[in-house]
């Protein structure tokens, strides 16, 4: 370890959901305090946090006031204002670094970074007009999905094109912001692997899962994935490739279809990522002490995997099980704390382990 | 789950050092908040609560405010104050119950209850003065242990008597509190069991632990503990039997030393326990989320040990080990963000792992 933050140092976290309430119990458990930023009141992961700031990513005072109070800062959620970003980073380290967002936040600079690196990714092209809509059909098929290009995730913002005359529709579902479409991949599933990089170069990954999405919701992963070995092993280098082509710090997610074509890229996340929960109990070290290992400095930890899981996410009324998976063998259960158990609303998640 | 507490609810916990601290994070995991009682500033647990009041054990404003404020109270250590249980007892219900701190408070009536339940222990006298040191030792013999009856721990408030000579200094080192004289015991290794029960009384103990100790205070725990299988079961049914007697609710730490003529239990630990830090990283459940699950009302979870641990106590300057132990495989690190790494203070544990 060249200069580790000290033990007591303070972890800033932008968001305060699950993520960063899972990401303050690792800093804790290395010895950190987290400090929370979140606009929503009693946030979840204020329940772990050594300290709460609950402001608006516009308000200069309160993010001053949070820069100051912290030693370096990480987030949970990669959609946050640029403007906020700025400011932050005039005044402490942020990790995952300002490219890794730049990339992941708009899904048409995304897939353009991904193919120019020579990875595969869907077929995809530009849409702010009927017009180029319409360009992209000619030129990408049907069917296809349009998607806003920034701002999306579990699903929302997208909009399914299965014969030419839905464009209209599709394109109205976007509310005028910039879009992209994206051509069909033929997957025959789809994986994820969960990776690490530390501020010396080192990268790790995990063994890559398989998931399952319910109404555009993770509902699954299972470890390992039931895929040839050889395309967990192109699934890593794939990962480790774009930590480092992005001089990344931190853990990402990278979610990959697998096709008769081999693998292609679907998307990134430059954060700590759902389908990874299950290494919470299949791993020594799991992926959000491997975030606050790099965010920190730490070398990266032992990520080997020591049991077959399969992770399912408590989604709304799903909480009502609780009582049931409590009783039963081989259930890690995790819940967020949250109020209230909205319909399609992420309450907690269950591992179930096999002894591998 | 016949009436569990409600997610959301909050669990109060009297002590905010090491124990309440990963006490606050298992209670987060299954959705509870955690309310710290703590006099000292800056407790480890407040890191990681959602709130925390400091103030003293005498202090019934304080008391009657953090009783208001929670649902169901517990405690990481033993020797809390009568009068403030008192208080807090006719507020909220206290797991473990008052039953097991009268005991476990006291050596001599700990030793006098376990061998009234027909277990083996050292053999004991009562002692306040010189005159009955003196009977004591013509009963007993020597070499013993003379001990504080109440408020001793990591090796504090003890002196060894090897000759009858030494009687005079022993007991000076009392400093006038009553004391116990304890008979040594010819063992061959410490072993230690760590135990649950539920409300409903379903009793769960976790595989048993080999202890090292150096200067009074656990240096490692190994499981499995290299004893003959007959003996670990023993040590089960041993602290069943305690759990079941008391009525107890939450879990136990049991101390047993190996001896010729059998287990002999030198104490019981009315609480989570160091010995029982391997679970972290060798069970799917481990010792603090199932000392929630009791306090809370849920079934106990699957204790099943998944691996072999060694767990280290990182002591005062241990802590210096922490850069290289973060770089070595199969180490899962815990610190508990203590300020200061003052001699013979628990600054953290590795546990580290090889798979059974």
């Known amino acids: 370890m060249t200069n580790p933050l000290p033990s007591g140092a303070v972890i800033g976290i932008l968001g305060g959901g699950q993520l960063g309430r899972m990401l303050s119990v690792a800093a804790a458990r290395l010895g950190y305090r987290s400090h929370i930023f979140e606009p929503g009141a009693n946030p979840p992961a204020g329940h772990v946090a050594d300290a709460v700031t609950t402001a608006s990513y516009d308000d200069e005072t309160a993010l001053r006031a949070f820069a100051d109070a912290v030693d370096v800062i990480t987030y949970e959620f990669e959609n946050i204002p640029t403007s906020a970003l700025d400011l932050l980073?005039?005044?402490?380290?942020?990790?995952?670094?300002?490219?890794?967002?730049?990339?992941?936040?708009?899904?048409m600079i995304e897939k353009t970074y991904l193919s120019e690196l020579g990875l595969q990714v869907a077929p995809f092209a530009a849409v702010e007009?009927?017009?180029?809509?319409?360009?992209?059909?000619?030129?990408?098929?049907?069917?296809?999905?349009?998607?806003t290009r920034r701002f999306g995730y579990d699903g929302k913002g997208?909009?399914?094109?299965?014969?030419?005359?839905?464009a209209e529709t599709a394109l109205a579902d976007m509310q005028g912001a910039p879009a992209i479409l994206e051509g069909f991949v033929n997957f025959s599933a789809e994986i994820s692997v969960i990776a690490a990089r530390s501020q010396d170069g080192q990268v790790s990954a995990f063994d890559p899962g398989e998931n399952v999405h319910e109404g555009g919701i993770?509902?699954?992963?299972?470890?390992?994935?039931?895929?040839?070995?050889?395309?967990?092993?192109?699934?890593?280098?794939?990962?480790?490739?774009?930590?480092?082509?992005?001089?990344?710090?931190?853990?990402?997610g990278v979610e990959l279809f697998v096709t008769a074509q081999?693998?292609?890229?679907?998307?990134?996340?430059?954060?700590?990522?759902?389908?990874?929960?299950?290494?919470?109990?299949?791993?020594?070290?799991?992926?959000?002490?491997?975030?606050?290992?790099?965010?920190?400095?730490?070398?990266l930890g032992d990520g080997a995997r020591h049991a077959d899981v399969v992770m399912e996410n408590l989604i709304g009324s799903d909480l009502e099980?609780?009582?049931?998976?409590?009783?039963?063998?081989?259930?890690?259960?995790?819940?967020?704390?949250?109020a209230e158990a909205k319909a399609g609303r992420k309450m907690g998640h269950v591992n179930r382990i096999k002894k591998s």
Request: with cysteine.
């Open 89 to 107: 980073e005039s005044m402490r380290p942020i990790y995952p670094g300002r490219e890794a967002l730049r990339v992941s936040q708009d899904r």
């Open 129 to 147: 007009t009927a017009d180029e809509l319409s360009k992209a059909i000619d030129q990408i098929g049907v069917p296809g999905i349009l998607k």
């Open 158 to 166: 997208q909009a399914r094109i299965m014969q030419a005359p839905d």
């Open 218 to 252: 993770l509902r699954t992963t299972t470890v390992p994935a039931n895929v040839p070995a050889r395309l967990r092993s192109d699934a890593v280098l794939i990962a480790a490739k774009i930590l480092n082509a992005l001089d990344y710090v931190g853990v990402m």
């Open 262 to 299: 081999g693998l292609v890229v679907n998307e990134i996340a430059p954060r700590v990522h759902n389908s990874g929960h299950w290494t919470q109990n299949g791993c020594v070290v799991d992926q959000f002490e491997q975030h606050i290992r790099a965010v920190v400095g730490w070398p």
């Open 321 to 338: 099980r609780v009582s049931e998976l409590a009783s039963s063998g081989d259930c890690a259960l995790h819940l967020y704390g949250k």
